[in-house]
């Protein structure tokens, strides 16, 4: 059974940083894809970002290139999620989520989720 577990989050300033920890067990996560997403009350949830542990490719959310960055330590099984110059509308319940195969930007598409982590960012 896969489980994901979420670490790191917190509140924090706006401008400043915060680094998400998942870590992945139950599975031989090499043909995986990793993928976070947030959510906020009364919101859909949203696709953050994605990468792939075979080659490491990633994709993100448009509106948070450059200052989000997803990466992966295969052997730790643990993806990070590191925000920086974070803004009060970052604040949301971060999810870490996988997949088996290809790189995808739908929640329907992943079926293991992880049960999130806090992220508050005060103005």
């Known amino acids: 059974q896969v489980q994901l577990v979420e670490s790191g989050g917190g509140l924090v300033q706006a401008g400043g940083s915060l680094r998400l920890s998942c870590s992945a067990s139950?599975?031989?996560?090499?043909?995986?894809?990793m993928g976070w997403f947030r959510q906020t009350p009364g919101e859909e949830r949203e696709f953050v970002a994605t990468?792939?542990?075979?080659?490491?490719?990633?994709n993100y959310a448009d509106s948070l290139k450059g200052r989000f960055t997803i990466s992966g330590d295969n052997a730790e099984n643990t993806v990070y999620l590191q925000m920086n110059s974070l803004k009060p509308e970052d604040t949301a319940v971060y999810y870490c989520?996988?997949?088996?195969?290809?790189?995808?930007?739908?929640?329907?598409?992943?079926?293991?989720w992880g049960q999130g982590t806090q992220v508050t960012v005060s103005s």
């Open positions: 989520a996988a997949r088996y195969g290809a790189i995808s930007t739908q929640t329907y598409e992943y079926p293991y």
């Open positions: 990468i792939r542990w075979s080659d490491g490719s990633t």
């Open positions: 139950g599975r031989t996560f090499s043909s995986y894809t």
